[in-house]
């Protein structure tokens, strides 16, 4: 490794380090080391036991005892898993897919042991470390061993589960395929085992910790909702209390989950186990909010086609695709609610042909926002995609999955067809897949409307949306209609029963999907559960008190009668034996007895049953005819019984030996979760479960592409990926600022074996590297490479040869590729640019995929961030609250001098800049915030943020020369010449700025670490601002010369924008020569901030609405000025009168005196008559123009009373002076009472 000022260098890390318990089998996997995991375990545990052990008294007795306790179970329950891990190690591979998809359910729950034992160490080497510190936090930690070793305890519990799972099942089988036996006691224990202990403080311990945030965000969300959501439904606030409502009560009372992660867990164990599903649809249905989905629609990808479409339910004609001359008739959906409209949403990027039809425009309703004019359409095109959302069969609309189609429309290019299906359990199987069904074959028959030449088709879909995608091919099969040429699918829902396998356990730690959420959703698009939300009855504080009696009594009576059962019949088991609680029934109907699921009688027959009887397994015995009051297509007498599922026998606390080793027993919950059994056969149909199809029918399918996990950008840091083909053989990829010490690289690079060999090249901006070979054109490819220094590891052969690539062989003979997956850390004395580069000297060229995560650390606010552009998210949300407080003050201000009659067209204008400087922060803080979170961010939130920043520094500039002229202060109206000379020069200012951007994002050389100014178009801009500070030097001086008694106002208004007319160009030319490129991007970003601060706190200053300020430019009021723009020409139409600052009483906002304070006095005083006659003559001369002149108008011509003079004759009245000596009063009526 070599070291010095100005060298940096790497380390490599493969699958084999001295620092990572890890190891390969014998095909090549990665497996745990777990002797090493479970030997630092114990080391770490033993350790702090002998500390504590002897620990003080009082509460730091109490809580090192406790710490004793806890570490204590750890170990126990450390090695009796250490045998059972490791058998599963051993041999969790032979049920991969496949040796390049390492993954399974028994793998999965390993890993998550693994993660558990992983956090555990961690923090007992945290406690070893600190324990000795005064602000150590003794009680703290011991609730957080306590929460790990609870979560350790129900881990090993799963693992026994898994292990009868393993034994008792099938060989290579993951599933068990039987409802009863296994899989019932599976569901069993699920609904007594204690879960909250995986809600609170190890909420998401198997997560990557990015991700952690995101999700004690939604359980904290969740467990509010749930809270206002009981008391909705206890009667306790109105009924018909909308969702949002609901949310919005749940913000003021998230603090205390927030706060006390033990009682979130134990709210969310509550909420997940007993609420039905609809509140499970309230929840999600968040989404779908207007002003989410606004903010949604705002900050995504704009799209010029957004429609939402209605389709009648009309049957039509398909050819059939065996045989073009037989048609297909497809008809409407019938099921539950017979005919209706479909309702789907057309989102395209482009306006294509035929989307502007008549007959399209008939059934649609327009959405969101239009891009630009209305354009000639695009020629339709070649593909199609159709699209079925998520939502576990019962919430969310395409409008919630709005965002990422937008995105898929302008990357694929092409439209996005998405079906709105109706929903469980209003609308149960098959309803939604035969709207979904009908909407892909509308679209097969209308592909003129869609823009679409009918080519190509693909359907795509998550979750619920993935197994619609799945079954409307297999009932375009049996149809006989045109197969989609692709299906994609998310995470789908493949196998809706309660088979017993490694998945079913994995839910019991699931933070989103728990088992028994899952069990509710399939329930309800199976058509067994209620399809009416539970009513409550609004009840007193008496009558809860008498119900919570009553049934505190009927569960004491319950538990004797089962104690005596159980004495009498241990095996017996009754639905009637589970224990509720009084918060339990708070929440449930009035009628404590069972839910009675009652069939609809007016569904209609389906044409689904019938699709299906040729691919039925004939297991279950079909009924021969179906009455009109079936909703069960397949349903026999015993089949339609719903039961609950029984605890373990003798209550939570017993153990239960055939599950668990003796001595051994998993926590249990105080509550039991109400799990259903489904007996129906419909959950076994091929239509519901698509894994359950026979394989005649699947065969038939065209090729499916199933995502199992998100990709990398959701979750890492900056994501670099892309495809290289080229006959060159030295390009450029991509750079990053790594910091010292904790920056690092992961990549995985893929190419043809024959392409071999290839090189990944690393350089740092030390001028002795990547200056001396980027734009080089006189150098080669093999002096690009010898610059490098091989001691510092900067160049990754991607072969075989070297081990530590990470390249593997794969692929058959004739048709191999290398894959290489490996990482490099870099460590340097200062933060260092690196640049990444691919080579193959003397070959024909790179021909690679590749992806690269480059990130920095492992906290939020530095991990995705280049090491420039560290503090600009915490300086942004700096800037934006004090922002928000400036322009707070500008409006209580702006308040203020309305009432006064002294709110200016230039404050307006001062307003404007500083409310749209607020919303330019807004947005450049969720740019950052989206980065930080994933390391891509969205683009156009950056962009906009620049624009508005752009905007409002043209409109305090442009209030600034408008200020130096006078315009507001001393004269109504600029003249024609200088409006002329103002606009040339705002639009020439606004072109260069626009040129500026489209600069930086065309021609700035990615290769290169550039500033905005640092182009011609930046130092236009610095010479147009010099340009405009001589124009406003110019005009302030003049300003003075004609009005000196303004000089209070303009001396320090000239004084102060004076440094900040040469801050921005001098802060250019230091950015451009003197800030080193490793740090420029954060100091800059600091700088302008501060110097549009500086502006802005100056501007509020000195036009404070106070006595006590000198400076306040303002003196004639906003309803004067029409009376000055009406006079005749030469009498003073643009100019205001004279005007000096008095120094005077202020009597306060709620009598304000501004006759001294904005007033000056004539060198003679008129008399009562001279004036009354001139303001007559004025009134006349108004009253020909159409001018209305009020009593106040009157009155601010009227001197201050003066002693009674004997009357003599008057001379004829003075010409009316063009600049009014007359100062201008802001009180009124008193010169009539004068003249009286």
Known sequence: MATGTDAGSLSSENGVTKRRSSKHNDNGTKVMDTKAVFSALYSVCEENITFFAGGPKGPQGDAARRLVKALTLIEEHARS??????????????FDLDPQTPANGYRSLVKVVRSCLLHIIHKGRYISSSRRSIFFRAAHNAGEMEAYCSALCQLRALMYLAQRLLHDNGHGNLFFQEESGLSQSFVREYASMHK??????????????????????????????GENYKRHQSGIVEPGTPPYGVAASSFFTSGKYAIDPELRGAEFERITQNLDVHFWKSFWNITEMEVLSSLASMTSTQVRVNRTLSVPPDPFDLPHVSDPLISVTVSPPAAHCGPAPIQMRLISHELREGQ??????????????????????????????VHYHGGGFVAQTSKSHEPYLKSWSQELGLPILSVDYSLA????????????????????????????????????????????????SMRAVAHGVRLPNGIMVAYPSTLLTAYASPSRLLTFTDPLLPLSVLSRCLSAYAGLEPQVEKQVEKVSTLGMVRKDTALLLRDLKQGASNWIQALLDPNRASTDTMRKSVSEAS????????????????????????????????????????????????????DEQLGLMSPPPGGPGEPYSQEFPEGFEPLRSERLAEMRVQSSPIVRNPYMSPLLAPDSMLRGLPP???????????????????????????????????????????????????????????????????????????????????????????VINLSTHYTWSGCVVEGEAGNETLSCAGGRSFRSVRERWWYIALSKCGGDGLQLEYEMKLTNGQSFWTQHFSADEFGILETDITFLIIFAVVFSLSCYFAYTLKGRQLLHTTYKMFMTAAGVEVLSLLFFCIYWGLY???????????????????????????????????????????????????SIYMTVYTITYVILFIYEAEFFDPGWVLYAYDSPAGYGLMGLQLLAYVWFCYAVLVSLKHYPEKQPFYIPFFTAYTLWFFAVPVTALIANFGIPRWAREKIVNGIQLGIHLYAHIVFLAITRPSAANKNFPYHVRTSQIGILLSSPDGMGSESFPHHAYGN????????????????IHSGSVKSVEETVTQKVQAVRRNSERKIITTTADLSSFLPPPVPPRVPIRSPPPPRFSPHFPEYFSMQGGGGLSTMA
Request: with cysteine; glycine share 8%; proline share 7%.
């Open 704 to 794: 499916i592409h199933i995502v199992v996990r998100a990709p990398p950008p959701t979750v890492l840091g900056k994501y670099v990926r892309g495809i290289v083909n080229t006959k060159e053989d030295w390009v450029f990829l991509t750079r990053f600022c790594f910091l010292t010490d904790f920056g690092r690289l992961d990549f995985r690079f893929r190419y043809p074996k024959s392409r071999c060999c290839q090189n990944i090249l690393l350089y740092f901006d030390d001028n002795s590297q990547w200056p001396a070979v980027y734009k080089r054109p006189d150098k080669d490819c093999y002096q690009k490479e010898a610059v490098l220094r091989p001691e510092n590891n900067q």
């Open 425 to 472: 359990p209003e609308a149960p199987f098959p309803r939604a897949l035969e709207e979904c069904f009908y909407g892909y074959c509308w679209a097969l028959k209308n592909h003129h409307l869609l823009g679409w030449t009918g080519e190509s088709v693909c359907l795509a879909g998550d979750s619920a949306g993935g197994n619609l995608c799945l079954t409307v």
């Open 587 to 638: 929440i449930s109907s009035s009628h404590s007895g069972p839910v009675q699921i009652s069939l609809r009688q007016e569904s209609l027959k389906s044409q689904t049953c019938l699709d299906l009887s040729s691919h039925r397994d004939p297991n279950p015995s079909l009924p021969s005819e179906h009455g009109a009051k079936d909703v069960s297509f397949f349903l026999t007498t015993e």
């Open 932 to 982: 930080a979170k994933n390391g891509v961010g969205n683009g156009s939130l950056k962009i906009l943020g620049k624009l508005l920043f752009s905007v409002s520094f043209l409109v305090f500039l442009l209030m600034l020369i408008l200020l130096g002229k006078g315009f507001t202060v001393t004269r109504a109206r600029i003249s024609h010449s200088g409006s002329v000379k103002l």
């Open 356 to 385: 502007d039809s008549e007959e399209l425009l008939a059934i649609s309703r327009s959405e969101g926002l239009s891009l630009g004019l209305r354009a000639q359409p695009s020629p339709p095109s070649p593909w199609l995609l």
């Open 196 to 225: 909250g202990c995986f809600y609170g403080r190890c909420l998401g311990f198997q997560f990557t910790p990015a991700i952690r945030p995101f999700l004690q965000t939604i359980a904290i969300g969740l467990v509010s909702f």
């Open 1144 to 1159: 005077s009483s202020y009597l306060g906002d709620s009598q304000p005196n501004f006759t001294e304070l904005f007033s």
């Open 81 to 94: 898993l250490e045998p059972v891990v490791s058998g599963f190690a051993a041999i969790y591979h032979h």
